[in-house]
C-alpha cells in the first residue's frame, strides 16, 4: 500500500510562488507515476500534472508556470508553481499509480492519493 504525505500549502500573493511537495511510501518509488491535482470549492477535481517514465505532462492552465519534478532518492515528488493566480486556490492533491509510464490526466487512473494541501492565492 502506498501511503502519499503532501506539505507546502500556504497562503500567497498573486504573483508569488510555493513548491508542494508528496513524500511517498510503501512501494518503489521509481516504479510509480506521480500527479498533481486540484480541487477548488464547488468544482471538480482538475489535472493539474503528472510525471512518469514518459516524462511530464501539464494542464493548459499551468503551462509555462508550474514545473513537476521528481528525487527518486528522497522518494518525493514536487510541484513548483510560480505567478500563482486567484483561481489557483484549491487543496491539492498528490496521487500515485503503478504504471512506469502513466503520466495520466484522468483522476480515475490513480491508484493512490494523499490527504491534500490547501494552497490560496490572494489578490
Known amino acids: 500500500q502506498v501511503q502519499l504525505v503532501e506539505s507546502g500549502g500556504g497562503l500567497v500573493q498573486a504573483g508569488g510562488s510555493l513548491r508542494l511537495s508528496c513524500a511517498a511510501s510503501?512501494?518503489?518509488?521509481?516504479?510509480?507515476?506521480m500527479g498533481w491535482f486540484r480541487q477548488a470549492p464547488g468544482k471538480e477535481r482538475e489535472f493539474v500534472a503528472a510525471i512518469s517514465w514518459s516524462g511530464g505532462n501539464y494542464a493548459d492552465s499551468v503551462k509555462g508556470r508550474f514545473t513537476i519534478s521528481r528525487d527518486n532518492g528522497k522518494n518525493t515528488v514536487y510541484l513548483q508553481m510560480k505567478s500563482l493566480k486567484p483561481e489557483d486556490t484549491a487543496v491539492y492533491y498528490c496521487?500515485?499509480?503503478?504504471?512506469?509510464?502513466?503520466?495520466?490526466?484522468?483522476?480515475?487512473?490513480?491508484?493512490?492519493w494523499g490527504q491534500g494541501t490547501q494552497v490560496t492565492v490572494s489578490s
Open positions: 510503501g512501494h518503489t518509488f521509481s516504479a510509480l507515476a
Open positions: 496521487a500515485a499509480n503503478n504504471d512506469y509510464y502513466g503520466n495520466y490526466v484522468s483522476s480515475t487512473r490513480y491508484n493512490y
